[in-house]
């Protein structure tokens, strides 16, 4: 028998979506174009959270965990639907602790602790809604709950 190929994981990927930082911890936010993925950012922002990056957001493997930047041509920029790109304080190299992946039907009770993968790292994952007008306090609960 030969023996196994192992290929090494990568170390960085590139997530389509958003990304904001809440209490120094990142909330990547993934979703089909239109899914309302800058539309949660910026209620977060609202709350007090701080705009990583928006429609793409670098995911890289350092010391064990995942950090998440904005590329430079999007850094310190989100999409506002009406208004357009609007430019504002950004952070970077945040570690993130929780992926959020928008359905238009997530379902009331998750089955179990979900994660994925990403750059090696496993993410906890949460499906909502994004346009619900409770969702940014459901990631707040989540991200949370994700760091016990």
């Known amino acids: 028998m030969p023996p196994e190929i192992r290929?090494?994981?990568?170390?960085?990927?590139?997530v389509?979506?958003?990304?904001?930082?809440?209490?120094?911890?990142?909330?990547?936010?993934?979703?089909?174009?239109?899914e309302g993925k800058s539309d949660?950012?910026?209620?977060?922002?609202?709350?007090?959270?701080?705009?990583?990056?928006?429609?793409?957001?670098?995911?890289?493997?350092?010391?064990?965990e995942l950090l998440a930047c904005a590329p430079?041509?999007?850094a310190g920029r989100i999409e506002v639907r009406g208004l357009g790109i609007v430019e504002m304080p950004?952070?970077?190299?945040?570690?993130?602790?929780?992926?959020?992946?928008?359905?238009?039907a997530p379902p009331p009770f998750p089955e179990d602790s979900r994660t994925r993968r990403i750059a090696g790292i496993d993410v906890p994952v949460l499906a909502l809604a994004a346009l619900e007008p409770s969702a940014p306090i459901?990631?707040?609960?989540?991200?949370?709950?994700s760091t016990k």
Do not use: F, M, W, Y
């Open 7 to 14: 290929l090494p994981e990568v170390s960085s990927e590139t």
């Open 16 to 34: 389509h979506g958003a990304c904001v930082a809440i209490g120094g911890r990142a909330v990547l936010i993934e979703g089909r174009s239109g």
């Open 40 to 64: 949660l950012a910026l209620r977060l922002i609202d709350r007090g959270a701080a705009l990583v990056s928006d429609g793409q957001v670098i995911c890289q493997r350092s010391s064990g």
């Open 72 to 74: 430079p041509h999007l």
């Open 90 to 104: 950004s952070e970077e190299r945040v570690p993130v602790n929780l992926l959020i992946v928008i359905l238009d």
């Open 138 to 145: 459901k990631v707040e609960l989540a991200l949370k709950q």
